[in-house]
Structure formats: C-alpha cells, structure tokens
C-alpha cells in the first residue's frame, strides 16, 4: 500500500484561511472528495447551513476580477 503524506500548507475551505500541520478538521466525502476546516464555524456553514463563503465578509475568499 502506498502512503499518503501532505506536506503541503492546506487552506479552509470556507474561509481560506492557511491551516498550519496538524491543526483543524478534514472531511472525506464516499468520493473521495475532501474538505479542510479550520473551526467549527467553517464547517456548519458550509456543510450544515450551506452558506455561500462570497456572502460572508468574515470569509474572505479569494475573488477574481474579470479582464474588460
């Protein structure tokens, strides 16, 4: 079996914040889909509430500007 090791910086999912290793919550979807978490309020409102991070001034997701 081969292992898996992330050595990589991870970001929230909700909020985008840089998690440090070994620090917040990873969900695994059956897909094997995954979604990392920084707190609890991160996660009920993506996951339970399903809010929309762009909605949200306290997530600050990244937005990109279209080029006119």
Do not use: H
Request: positive net charge; hydrophobic residues 25%; proline residues 1%.
């Amino acid at each position: 079996m081969a292992e898996v090791t992330q050595d990589k910086m991870v970001k929230c999912s909700f909020c985008n914040k840089t998690l440090e290793k070994g620090t917040g919550k990873l969900y695994v979807y059956a897909t094997g889909k995954t979604e990392n978490f920084c707190s609890s309020k991160c996660e009920k409102n993506l996951m339970k509430l399903t809010r929309k991070p762009s909605k949200f001034k306290w997530a600050s997701k990244i937005k990109t500007k279209k080029d006119k």
